[in-house]
């Protein structure tokens, strides 16, 4: 049978719930999600109307901002005592994660309780450190920071709370992303950055970077999920 929902187990371990996003944003995909229990994302152009969104359950949580940088524009911000590795402390980069995603999507949702979003989060970052698709940020021989990707995207950025507000911002992501141009021989590099958290998108701005459009995102629960799991 044809379907609309492509399911997201990586959410679903976190929400105990069966989980999906949306491929279209068609009447009879949102039809589709009445008919099944689950949790459901959907992303779209911001410039859709969304009153039929709204009439099948659906309700805004976060517009993603694409900005992107080519090779040849990368402003690289050198910084005395700065390095990159792959060789890191697992624990830390956990514990890194567990302080900085603290406002995402999926905390912004009413349905989600904070501690399921912190789960996903922290679960996600595992599992990129299983992919090896984590390199830390070393400052002064000690753990700073961690950036993620995938291909040719920025997928996180994070840094030590010690670390934050001294100025490293545009030296650790300017080494970030020459690293990933590095790695994978790309003429482009992207990441996708909420309008919640303008500092980032500032940053990334002034490394080069030039915005490309935007999605806005839209989940929905059809169902209730078990909290005290």
Excluded at 11 to 23: A, G, M, P, S, V
Excluded at 71 to 96: C, N, P, T, V, W
Excluded at 164 to 178: E, M, N, P, Q
């Amino acid at each position: 049978m044809d379907t609309y929902l492509k399911p997201t187990p990586w959410d679903k371990r976190n929400f105990h719930i069966n989980t999906y996003e949306l491929t279209s944003a068609s009447e009879e995909a949102l039809q589709e999600t009445n008919q099944i229990e689950g949790h459901f994302t959907l992303k779209i152009d911001p410039t859709i109307n969304t009153e039929k969104l709204y009439k099948y359950g659906f309700y805004y949580t976060d517009t993603l901002i694409e900005p992107v940088c080519q090779k040849s524009k990368l402003k690289l911000f050198k910084q005395d005592g700065m390095e990159l590795s792959r060789d890191y402390d697992k624990a830390h980069i956990l514990e890194i994660a567990g302080e900085v995603f603290t406002n995402g999507r999926f905390h912004r949702d009413f349905n989600i309780p904070n501690f399921m979003a912190d789960h996903r989060y922290k679960n996600w970052v595992n599992d990129l450190i299983q992919a090896d698709k984590i390199v830390a940020l070393i400052y002064g021989n000690h753990l700073a920071g961690f950036f993620a990707y995938d291909s040719n995207k920025v997928l996180l950025l994070a840094m030590d709370k010690s670390y934050r507000g001294r100025g490293l911002a545009k030296s650790f992501t300017s080494h970030c992303v020459d690293e990933l141009f590095r790695i994978g021989n790309y003429e482009e590099v992207r990441t996708s950055i909420s309008p919640s958290n303008p500092a980032s998108l500032n940053v990334f701005i002034s490394l080069g970077f030039r915005l490309n459009g935007a999605v806005d995102v839209y989940h929905k629960l059809n169902g209730s999920l078990p909290v005290g799991v």
